[in-house]
């Protein structure tokens, strides 16, 4: 019997995974049910986007939007929770869909100590049925369980979307896996790493873009265009790229698309060697089809050289390969799992890992991709990533029939 409902708990942040993530699940998980609620919990410094909220609303996904700390039981930590939409400023239990089309003036908070508001939204479902089919919590380790046991869907699902799996994190989703009824990690090489493997299954971090038909982009003449895109951070090693590029002796571009602590740094590296450094912003979370187009157009292959090991498999590692732009990423995270079975024989030629200390090397062999080449990226992408082969792969984890 197909579902009628679907909750899920996410964070929506100006740019970042959990936005991107929570936009594609729900355009791909749509057509699944007859009705999705999103409950956004904010998280600090990550700011709110309200056009991605406005996105949602726009496919038929109400969303509901918690800011500060919640309430836990003990009533230790207090916190307010604000619908978005034309009746923030009515009682919790009155929704409506946030639209996007005007600005969050902010509502009436709930009293403090009241967490089980924020399973109203969910528990409200037509019909009065009250209690969901499913529930879905994208990360937000602390306050899912929570949620999860207040909900009481018939089916819920941790999705834990990031490589980590220090002993700590494995002790927390050993307690979670008595909460929910899957836990599913976001990639195959996370999966491998979790004891209880059971209790395992991966689903890859999905892209906000649809497939894109028609030829690849001819390769533009020049020196060997490199490309960066994310969060500008020590950890994401763009400043170790930076480094690498600067003090290469063969001519050679980076063009680097994002904000974070780096960026101020990365300026002052574009000012002295403005033929070799350009910085092309960030960009909304809602807008990322329009911008990437462009930016993976005028590059010839996307480095992802993170240094840290709780990565899962980069969206932008996706994206590159959908627009037919090779990858070059260091063995770290999730991106293991491109030298694994799961995904099919590895193809160095489309996705190269490299340990950090061999980037150097790596940077200075590659040469411009070949048609030939963008074509089997593309081709990789569809073979694996695709809306069609997600939406298939997660109602199977949902155990949705097909039709």
Same mark, same amino acid.
């Given at each position: ?118 399973a109203t939204f969910g528990h409200a479902l037509p019909g009065g049925r009250g ?11 602390h306050l899912s369980p929570v949620l999860a046991l207040l909900l009481r869907a ?9 490589? %980590?799996?220090?002993?700590? =994190? ?75 590029i600067e003090k290469s002796q063969a001519p050679c571009e980076l063009h680097i ?67 037919? =732009? ?23 030629? =489309? ?6 200390? %061999? ?29 069609? =082969? ?14």
């Open positions: 019997m197909k579902p009628r409902s679907l909750v899920i708990f996410s964070s929506l942040p100006e740019v970042g995974g959990h936005t991107t993530t929570t936009l594609k699940l729900c355009e791909l998980l749509r057509p699944m049910f007859g009705d999705i609620r999103v409950l956004i919990k904010d998280i600090p410094g990550h700011g709110f986007s309200a056009s991605a909220a406005g996105e949602l609303s726009r496919i038929g996904v109400r969303v509901a939007r918690c800011q500060s700390r919640l309430c836990l039981p003990g009533g230790r930590i207090s916190e307010g929770c604000e619908p978005q939409g034309e009746r923030a400023s009515r009682p919790f239990g009155d929704w409506n869909s946030y639209r996007g089309d005007e600005p969050h003036t902010g509502g009436t908070p709930v009293p403090p100590g009241k967490i089980r508001e924020l209690r969901p089919d499913v529930f879905l919590a994208v990360g937000m380790r018939r089916q819920s699902f941790y999705y834990h979307i990031t490589h %980590e799996l220090n002993p700590p =994190v494995l002790r927390q989703l050993r307690i979670y896996s008595a909460f929910f009824s899957k836990l599913v990690f976001i990639s195959p090489a996370t999966a491998r790493r979790y004891p209880s493997r059971g209790a395992a299954v991966w689903a890859v971090q999905p892209t906000e873009l649809a497939m894109r038909p028609g030829p690849v982009a001819a390769r533009l003449p020049g020196p060997p265009r490199f490309g960066f895109l994310g969060r500008l951070t020590a950890e994401k090693g763009v400043g170790v790229l930076a480094d690498l698309a994002g904000r974070g602590p780096e960026e101020e740094a990365l300026r002052r590296r574009q000012e002295k060697n403005p033929g070799r450094f350009f910085l092309h912003g960030a960009f909304a979370a809602s807008a990322r089809t329009d911008f990437l187009g462009g930016f993976f157009s005028g590059i010839d292959r996307l480095c992802v050289p993170s240094l840290d090991d709780r990565e899962g498999i980069p969206n932008v590692i996706l994206e590159a390969l959908q627009f037919g =732009v090779p990858v070059l990423a260091t063995r770290t995270g999730g991106m293991r799992s491109f030298a694994m079975g799961e995904l099919g024989p590895a193809e160095p030629d =489309v996705v190269r890992l490299v340990e950090p200390h %061999e980037l150097p090397e790596a940077l200075a062999a590659a040469s411009p991709p070949s048609s030939e080449l963008r074509g089997r990226c593309r081709e990789y992408y569809g073979r694996f990533f695709s809306d069609a =082969v997600l939406a298939s792969r997660w109602r199977k984890l949902l155990s949705i029939p097909a039709g």
